[in-house]
């Protein structure tokens, strides 16, 4: 069974940048769609990107210009590159792979999920 650690959350003052690392214990992850949640205290896990196979990359309106999302393969990893960070993404991020079609947002689709890392945006 693939599993997923994710890893370089931290604290940041806002307008900072981090990049998160995704890592898979296994070469299959190659095969899934991955993407990256978060998880606000007292909020939904809610999507943040995915990047596909041949690299298409989808992002939430809430990311996009801000975020970039990466994989390479023949390291079994997956990166959130993150800029312009604003306290409103203070959350704990997780990556996963997407396991069924039917939604590219919604976590029911995904599975394998790792433990997360936690990010804090101060003011």
């Known amino acids: 069974q693939v599993q997923l650690e994710e890893s370089g959350g931290g604290l940041v003052q806002a307008g900072g940048s981090l990049r998160l690392s995704c890592a898979a214990s296994?070469?299959?992850?190659?095969?899934?769609?991955m993407g990256w949640f978060r998880q606000a205290p007292g909020k939904e896990r809610e999507f943040v990107s995915a990047?596909?196979?041949?690299?298409?990359?989808y992002y939430a309106d809430s990311v996009k210009g801000r975020f970039t999302i990466s994989r390479d393969n023949a390291k079994n990893m997956m990166y959130l590159q993150m800029s312009s960070l604003k306290p409103e993404d203070t959350a704990v991020y997780y990556c996963?792979?997407?396991?069924?079609?039917?939604?590219?947002?919604?976590?029911?689709?995904?599975?394998?999920w790792g433990q997360g890392t936690q990010v804090t945006v101060s003011s």
């Open positions: 296994e070469r299959t992850a190659s095969t899934y769609m």
């Open positions: 996963a792979l997407r396991v069924d079609s039917r939604s590219l947002t919604a976590p029911g689709s995904y599975g394998y």
């Open positions: 990047v596909t196979r041949s690299d298409n990359t």
